[in-house]
């Protein structure tokens, strides 16, 4: 770890790595648009500039739906109970607000919208409308309790709790959603599906290869004959027919992609078992009468991490690559979950234009994302490797 740490590569590689699995973590905690896969859509807000304040108008949802616990919506999102309205403008007409919707074309017809003070503000009886008389508004909660409140406290406290002005810091999407948002949750699957994937294929890649390694024979020859089959057929084509039969979704790009990584894993992991199996204390153990898992695995394995360290971080940024190129295609997560590929999919045709940053921002994430992980996976070697050692002393 110290020999690691020295080099500042490592030290950025790492940092950064940290940074992106926090947020990612994080999540919808610290995501301006907390809503499940930020997908709240404004489509009048479509393909906005970095830093666009929008004055938005939130409206009481008059369906009711079930809250989530804090962690719940750290995790998963949860649906906001207001629907926000981009306007231009708005004004209070005594128990009603009016709202011309957002349009940033000039000249162009406005919109006007009328919402009961009420209506924005509460979850109403939809059988019993309120009702507006002299200075003040009579209305019916959902639970059956009848509230009178004056037009003015109503003003007063749509003003304070429903106006507000939202920022978006790197513009939004086609479809008018925050690009931040999404840039946030889809961390979460580029780092998901490396994790899995490396889990697999550690699982896969050590099981065989050890036992390809320590018991030779006729085991080791028809798993060497299977690893160079699935060696010889391209990586994304092996994907794309595994995503063909167990099918698009979250969790089978993660399975399809772990079961095309365990050839590099298999193949190292025999090597270094063929080398150390030789070695006295494995003779000894041998001779005690140990049995082979024990001796693979309590005695093997724990000589060769580096080794499988070093491949691990090496298809970490080759699993990151891989989901993006199938969400690119569209055969990987599927809408409305936000993936880097997806992003840069949906927007690359914006290139040519002066909104170049859409498909560029997604694309320089995964490119410093997979940087890191490489520069992590060769300072791993360095640190790992006594002659590099030696060499630098």
Known sequence: MRRLLSSWVAVIALAFIG?????????????????????????????????????????????????????????????????????????????????????????????????SLANVLYHLNPDVKPITKSDSVFYTLASGQAVVKSIADLQQQVQAECIATRKFLLGTDRFGRDLL?????????????????????????????????????????????????????????????????????????????????????????????????????????????????????RHILPNIFGPIIIVSASNFATAILLEAGLSFLGIGVQPPIPSWGTMIKDHYGYIIMDKAYLAILPGVAIMLLVLAFNLLGNSLQDALDPKAVERKS
């Open 181 to 297: 948002s999404r840039l946030i949750i889809g961390a979460r699957v580029s780092l998901s599906v490396g994790f899995i994937a490396v889990g697999i294929a550690l699982i896969i890649g050590i099981v065989l290869g050890a036992l390809a390694g320590f018991i030779r024979g006729w085991i080791d020859d028809v798993i060497m004959w299977f690893i160079n089959v699935v060696w010889s057929v391209p990586t994304l084509l092996m994907v794309i027919a595994l995503t063909m039969v167990i099918g698009k979704g979250f969790w089978q790009i993660f399975v399809a992609v772990g079961l095309t990584m365990w050839v590099d894993m298999a193949r190292v992991v025999r090597g270094q078992v063929l080398s150390i199996r030789e070695k006295e204390f494995v003779e000894a153990a041998t001779v005690l009468g140990f049995s082979r898992w024990r001796i693979i695995f």
């Open 19 to 115: 940074i992106t699995a926090i947020i990612a973590l994080l999540g919808y905690a610290i995501a301006p648009d907390s809503t499940p896969y930020s997908n709240n859509q404004h489509l009048e807000l479509a393909t906005c500039k970095p830093g666009t304040m929008v004055t938005m108008v939130m409206v009481r949802k008059q369906e009711q739906k079930p809250g989530r616990s804090w962690l719940g919506t750290m995790l998963y999102g949860e649906e906001s109970v207001y629907r926000e309205i981009p306007v231009n403008s708005w004004h209070f007409a005594d128990g009603f607000i009016e709202l011309e919707e957002y349009n940033s074309i000039p000249g162009s017809t406005p919109i006007i919208t009328k919402f």
